[in-house]
């Protein structure tokens, strides 16, 4: 069960995820993401606080975001990973491709 | 890692000279307590005036030896924290033991075998951590302190020559309460100096009252300033019979280092979850070699000092850089006669009051290791008849009246000895059945992934590990759950072969999740694959999930009977 909620904070697309990314529900947050970057979003931040599980299904939907944004010179930040999160996008690599907070506030800050 | 809010000087920090030389001094002066017990010892072996210096010059000289060994952490040895040895009276017995049987020379020979035990008993420990737990490391520092108040308060009320009662409690109280007092209301380098002050303010004060006899400053008059301490002058020979009471002796040492090593890990590090065994190994195979040496030194066995440990941390110092100079002033002592001798003549009630404050530090440090993890009936029983034993050594040993079979004589040396070796047993017995296990069978295409989340989530939590840990361990059979239902790995034959039998099997320190099924063995990668195959190769998230498996659990095994598939998940805490 994942629910996908998109909601603007100034610049940045925030896009909260509550739940579990998972096979049966990683085409739908893939399809969400690549709409938000179509439609001309250039800074995106997941919210994965309420996010206990990405498998690695779902890890594959955040490379395809990150390429496609990076694209057109835009970036992605990830906040709120649990400690076990934390470690997956460790050991996949996945932490070098992406700003990661701990807050969505700290997500939120104009470089 | 995060220095507590109560440490002003962490292992690696280094204090001004000034601060370190007087913190040097406090716990020469708190370590020198323990020499005391060296001529107590050296008479009951019938040791006379220069062999008891000589005794205690060598000990000296190990124990600065092995101060520096421990805190430089060379070459595996040594666990980089500041943590003094010290020489314990729950050796003597195995030691007049052994000189009973085989005379004095066999009991530095003893030395050595207690030496090799320890540096035994630290490889052990690290493998067989399921029978020496950390828990019972505690209680073996919770007897020893428990044992040294016991001391501390029977040199209170032992009869003394020209000093009264009531001068006794007066000393006592005085040295107590200015102790008690610059520990508890004052800050900065008095709350430092606090037992440092205590004795000092202790001695004035019995010299002042004049009620250390004349006959004891003679001793001290006497004495030489300074001489050329001799090792080796009592002898060294090995016998056979000393071998089971220094194995015995080793082990008792060895777990008091372990509960000291422990405690001086917990005390300079405010987010401190476990032990790390491989340091504690390493403290250990210090204290080990040290006795090897102090063997052939003749000095009396040493172990890790849980007090002194405690009197760094309760006075704001753990810096190593205090062992360097507390290894200077032993080793300056050992050549000082009359230095030696100002401790033999410090009055019982001073020194038993010295002993009641460190005692509290050591014993609350073991009960705060046992303490440390969560107990169940196993441990409570293994740490409570332990601890029970330990207490009740004197009337144990009244009621056998010293008729007890040479075997048991071996381990009833004192109550830590008792206390920890029935730990140690109680502990291995409970090994019995200690797995709990779980079995639930989830049908591939009907049950949920909620359905397996709740049954793993109740297991991790009856676990009772680390939330890291119990993550991981979830994370893992999800991420293997996923792969086996999305990715084709199940056949799906008949009703009752089609499932995903889901068995954990959890004990203290591993949660074991074993996935079984009809089907095709999942792949497990040692590589991770490249971001461009993940984009562009649908096979590539399935060789993640197999690498993301191999990473996160401690162990993962495949098996396949040319039947059934099994993956077995292995998690250590």
Known sequence: MLTISPK??????????????DASNSKELEEQCLELISNGETKMVFDLTEVNYVSS?????????????????????LCGLSTTLRDVFDISGFSKLFAITTTLQEALVVE | MRLPENIKYGTGDKPPLAVLLILALQQMSFLGVYLVISPLFARKLGLDHEQSLQLISATLIASGFGVVLQSLRLFGI???????????????????????????SAVFGMVAIVGLAQMVFALIFQRVRGVFTVQVAGLAVLLIGLGLGYYGIKLIFEVEVGITLEQKGFLCLL??????????????????FSAFLGLMIGFIASCYMNVIPEVEWDVFYKADLFYVPRPMNIGWSLDQSAILPAIFTGLFLALHGFGALVAAQR????????????????????????????????????????????????TGCTSRYLAYWLAAIMF?????????????????????????FLASFTALSGLQVMASRLLDSRKTLTLGIGLILGVSYEPIMLLLNENSPDVLNNFLLSGVSLGVVSA??????????????????????????????????????????????????????WQAFEVLTEYGLIDAQNDNDDKIHIKTLFNEFTFTVILSYRGSLLTLATECPSHEKMLNDEQAVMQMAGYLLYRLADKVRTRYDGNHCELHLIFND
């Open chain 2, 78 to 104: 040594g666990s980089g924290y500041f943590c003094p040895l010290q020489a314990t009276s729950s050796t003597f017995s195995g030691l007049l033991l052994v000189k009973a049987n085989s005379g004095l």
């Open chain 2, 332 to 356: 300056v002592l050992a050549f000082m006669p009359k230095a030696i001798v100002l401790w033999q003549i410090l009055p019982l009630s001073v020194m038993g009051a010295a002993l009641i």
């Open chain 1, 8 to 21: 603007r904070h100034a610049e940045f697309m925030v896009v909260s995820l509550v739940g579990r990314v």
């Open chain 2, 267 to 314: 005390f300079n590090n405010a987010d401190w979850k476990r032990p790390d065994l491989q340091l504690v190994k390493q403290g250990i195979l210090a204290e080990g070699i040290t006795n090897l040496i102090n063997s052939f030194l003749n000095g009396l066995p040493l172990t890790s000092s849980g007090g002194a440990v405690s009197l760094a941390a309760s």
């Open chain 2, 175 to 192: 040295t107590l309460g200015t102790m008690i007092t610059f520990n508890v209301w004052s800050s900065g380098h008095l709350r430092l």
């Open chain 1, 57 to 77: 299904a779902a890890l594959r939907v955040f490379l395809l975001a990150a390429k496609r944004i990076s694209a057109v010179d835009g970036t992605i930040r």
């Open chain 2, 424 to 477: 140690v047993i109680l502990s291995a017995v409970f090994q019995i059945k200690n797995h709990t296990r779980d079995q639930r069978s989830f049908d591939p295409v009907q049950s949920s992934m909620s359905d397996v989340v709740l049954f793993l989530e109740q297991q991790g939590a009856r676990w009772g590990a680390r939330p890291e840990i119990i993550g991981r361990a979830e994370y893992a059979a």
